[in-house]
């Protein structure tokens, strides 16, 4: 298995741009989710989803930012209009039951000027 | 203020040293995990530890859950180079995972 993809793994944008990262999770995973890393903030949780149904978007900073999995293979995570502070390393990983092990992607490196 | 408190913060020691690692809260944990993550790379799962007092050993690192389940440590035996990295805990308080913020670890050659 090829492990959870990530695409693109670096994106420069400017200010007010649309960026959109997308993510496949590994083969059979119900579960995906969004994660940012930052120095200041650490890993955060963005949101999840069990079986392409959003469980859990509390950690989504606002308005600007969207998720969606149409299907089991498939993840978006967009952010409209970005901003210089959204500039982050944002993660997707996925697994398969409640305590099963988590799989990262690779990351996504954004910079927003 | 964090779920999981990770202390110290950054860690720079020789090699051949020992060191532990602290992740604390307030909050009880069905479980707790511990991911080292390198430059540029996503976090990869180390151990899980589930019952409280549990003490599980992967080679050189011995990973503990407080009795309570509020707390964990990972202690690092002759510490390598290669074991430079960020070491994150996490745990499921309710709902879902939530990470520390992660003890950054340099060993020097």
């Known amino acids: 298995d090829a492990g959870v993809i990530q695409s693109p793994r670096h994106e420069v944008t400017e200010m007010g741009q649309e960026v959109t990262l997308r993510c496949k999770p590994i083969s059979g995973h119900d579960y995906l989710f969004w994660y940012r890393q930052t120095m200041m903030r650490g890993l955060e949780l963005l949101i999840y989803f069990n079986n392409n149904v959003p469980i859990d978007d509390s950690g989504m900073p606002e308005d600007r930012f969207s998720a969606k999995m149409p299907n089991a293979s498939f993840s978006t995570l967009k952010i409209q209009p970005s901003e210089p502070r959204d500039s982050a390393v944002y993660f997707c990983a996925s697994r398969g039951r409640v305590l099963e092990t988590q799989y990262f992607g690779p990351g996504t490196r954004l910079l927003v000027l | 203020t964090q779920l999981l408190e990770q202390s110290p913060q950054f860690l720079s020691i020789q090699e051949g040293e020992n060191l532990t690692v602290y992740c604390n809260s307030s909050s009880v944990f069905s479980s707790l995990q511990w991911y080292r993550q390198e430059p540029g790379e996503g976090p990869v799962l180390l151990v899980t530890?589930?019952?409280?007092?549990e003490v599980k050993k992967l080679k050189r690192l011995t990973f503990q859950f407080g009795d309570a389940r509020k707390d964990s440590s990972l202690h690092i035996t002759a510490a390598q180079p290669g074991d430079t990295g960020l070491y994150l805990c996490?745990?499921?308080?309710?709902?879902?995972?939530?990470f520390g913020a992660g003890t950054r670890l340099t060993v020097k050659p």
């Open positions: 530890v589930v019952t409280g007092g």
């Open positions: 996490a745990g499921v308080p309710q709902g879902d995972m939530r």
